[in-house]
């Protein structure tokens, strides 16, 4: 064959586009089935690339996990509650915010897979360091924006000047895992929508009191 005929046959690989195509493969076999269940060749079907391919880009099947939980799940987790925040602003009208378009635009499939980052800490903690470590990493980075965010609103006069911003944002984070929970345990879609406004509710009691004038 010659090698006009050969490449032809063989088209070349993006490399970049192919670890893409198995990080988003992977995570959502993963993000259905959990990690362990999740099928090698389910996700190299869905990515479209060969066994070979995989192993070019990830070490193994934890490298893999490792790499989705960094380039996708951090990203995802991160992105959708700390960057878009303005310092300037109230942050507690911008939590709120985030919470209401949760709510509004969550689908059955959402509530009945859960959260990736819960279901992860979850399954993969308490046996596996490289994970743990990992999905640590992705709340410790939510808590200390969501803290950050509060230590500026205070510094606006949005936020109550006696709370504690970090062990605030412990709380925070860990209510909205914690509901998702159970949100994913019920199936139950209205849950959801009272999670949230009860989060809505608790965010309102870290305003100042305001002073009304007689």
């Not at 063989?10 to 988003?24: F, I």
């Not at 509004?104 to 990736?116: F, H, K, R, T, V």
Request: with cysteine.
């Amino acid at each position: 064959m010659s090698k006009t005929l050969e490449a032809l046959s063989h088209p070349k690989r993006d490399p970049d586009k192919t670890r893409e195509a198995l990080l988003m493969a992977g995570f959502h076999e993963i993000h259905r089935h959990g990690f362990q269940a999740a099928g090698l060749d389910a996700i190299l079907t869905a990515a479209g690339v060969t066994k070979g391919a995989l192993y070019h880009h990830f070490e193994n099947k934890a490298g893999l996990g490792y790499a989705i939980i960094d380039e996708i799940i951090a990203p995802q987790i991160l992105g959708s509650w700390l960057n878009h925040l303005d310092p300037q602003a109230d942050p507690i009208d911008q939590f709120q915010h985030v919470l209401r378009t949760h709510m509004e635009s969550a689908e059955c499939e959402d509530i009945e897979l859960g959260c990736p980052l819960y279901n992860l800490i979850q399954e993969m903690s308490p046996i596996d360091e490289g994970f743990r470590l990992r999905l640590h990493r992705v709340v410790e980075q939510w808590r200390d924006g969501v803290a950050r965010a509060l230590r500026q609103g205070q510094e606006h006069g949005f936020v109550k000047p006696d709370i504690d911003p970090r062990k605030t944002a412990t709380f925070f984070v860990a209510a909205v895992e914690g509901a998702i929970g159970l949100i994913k345990a019920a199936k139950d879609p209205s849950m959801a929508a009272e999670s949230s406004e009860s989060l809505i509710m608790y965010l309102d009691t870290l305003r100042p009191a305001r002073v009304t004038v007689a």
